[in-house]
């Protein structure tokens, strides 16, 4: 079938994604879906307590919304979500999953003796057909930095194809948030890419000297490849909550009942933080999110439920937030105000990588303004 415009996969071997470049299936079957037909892969998300204790919370608490209902799960990787919709007293479920991984989805729910109720459908939500349309639309599809990975496309395909008018989104509403932040990775960093570029020019002198080639012409690309990698991808960072230096800002909100996918395709925000810290270095930037589960406005939850990636000391997630480096750190004081530019969008080579630019204005706290800087980060 794969009727969903704007999904990834529009049918066939090969689609469009929302106005963007045409996806091949096999290629995005090797970069992304691959893992997830790991065992090892589903149990860190399963292992992820923060996550399975909102998502357990959000459907036992509001378990009105599951009572005799039909549920779409989309990606439903081993099938934890199916299962606890079942538990809760669900009639139907329908458990979609694009990998091999829908085997033991399809094991562990017998073995649970839900196979009556729950229905695993090996397939992407893209290209699957349902015999009728669903009172709940349950997924887990958010990546770093909530949109890493674009999977909220598929989720609003299954939406726009398979939810009842009246039908509950799970998650149904999300954020995405931003902070600067001190850190000791930018030093790191930098001296991981000076120790790079100090190798290459021994290597450049030694081809010369021992095979008469000089490389030298190569070091402008290989040292751009080498900024990238080290001082433009953001990282993976776990932050303690005291190495947010000023307030957080929200880039992005999101209704899930309503959302398009032209309302991601592009994040554009100005965002303003101060900084509440003392004199301290602003060593970049840290990115994460929540998401909400409270029904809808003509159905809503009974508990309303929150699953936020914030640093934490006690409650991380295997998300942990996104850090963006600013190379060098910058001085800063308590009072100083930040006006942020930021924009966020899908790599061309692969749409499930995110490009960012970002730039930033300081005012002092003293009126002072100091030049403005301008930065390109990498989501891979
Ligand atoms: C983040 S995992 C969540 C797995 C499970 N629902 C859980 O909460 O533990 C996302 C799952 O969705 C699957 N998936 C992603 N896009 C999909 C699509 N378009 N159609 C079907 N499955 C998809 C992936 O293979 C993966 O198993």
């Not at 989309?74 to 991984?101: D, F, H, N, P, R």
């Not at 015999?131 to 939406?159: N, Q, T």
Request: charged share 25%; hydrophobic share 35%.
């Amino acid at each position: 079938m794969g009727s969903c415009r704007n999904g990834v996969v529009s049918g066939g071997s090969n689609g469009e994604i929302g106005g963007g470049p045409t996806v091949d299936k096999g290629v995005d079957f090797a970069n992304y879906f691959c893992t997830y037909a790991f065992l090892y892969h589903q149990k860190e998300m399963l292992s992820d307590r923060v996550r399975m204790d909102a998502y357990f919370n959000a459907i036992f608490e509001n378990k009105h919304h599951f009572q005799g209902k039909t549920v779409l799960d989309v990606g439903t990787g081993s099938g934890i979500l199916a299962i606890w919709s079942a538990q809760a007293g669900a009639k139907k479920v329908y458990a979609v999953e694009a990998t091999k991984m829908s085997e033991h989805a399809r094991t562990l729910i017998k073995a649970n003796n839900l196979d009556h109720v729950v229905e695993v459908i090996e397939g992407s939500i893209e290209d699957v057909s349902l015999p009728e349309k669903v009172d709940v639309i349950i997924s887990e599809w958010m990546g770093y930095f909530l949109l890493r990975e674009s999977m909220f496309d598929s989720v609003i395909c299954a939406r726009d194809r398979w939810l009842k008018p009246t039908g509950v989104m799970y998650p149904s509403h999300a954020r995405m948030w931003m902070a600067p932040i001190r850190s000791s990775l930018g030093d790191q960093k930098r001296n991981d890419y000076e120790g790079s570029m100090d190798e290459w020019y021994r290597f450049v002198q030694d081809t010369k000297t021992s095979y008469g080639v000089n490389m030298s012409v190569l070091t402008k690309p290989f040292s751009e490849e080498q900024k990238k990698y080290y001082l433009q991808t953001s990282l993976w960072s776990n932050l303690h909550p005291h190495q947010v230096i000023g307030t957080a800002a929200i880039v992005k909100e999101i209704d899930c009942s309503t959302a398009t996918v032209n309302d991601v395709l592009e994040v554009r925000s100005n965002l303003l933080s101060s900084i509440t810290g003392e004199r301290t270095r602003l060593c970049g930037f840290g990115g994460w999110f929540d998401v909400h589960f409270r029904g809808s406005k003509v159905d809503p939850a009974q508990k309303e439920i929150e699953l936020t990636t914030a640093p934490s000391m006690d409650d991380s997630t295997h998300w942990g937030q996104q850090v963006f480096l600013l190379h060098p750190p910058i001085h800063v004081s308590e009072g100083d105000d930040l006006n942020v530019s930021f924009s966020m969008n899908r790599s061309k080579e692969n749409h499930r990588l995110m490009e960012i630019e970002l730039s930033c204005d300081i005012r002092q706290s003293s009126g002072n303004i100091l030049p403005p800087f301008s930065n390109r980060f990498y989501i891979e």
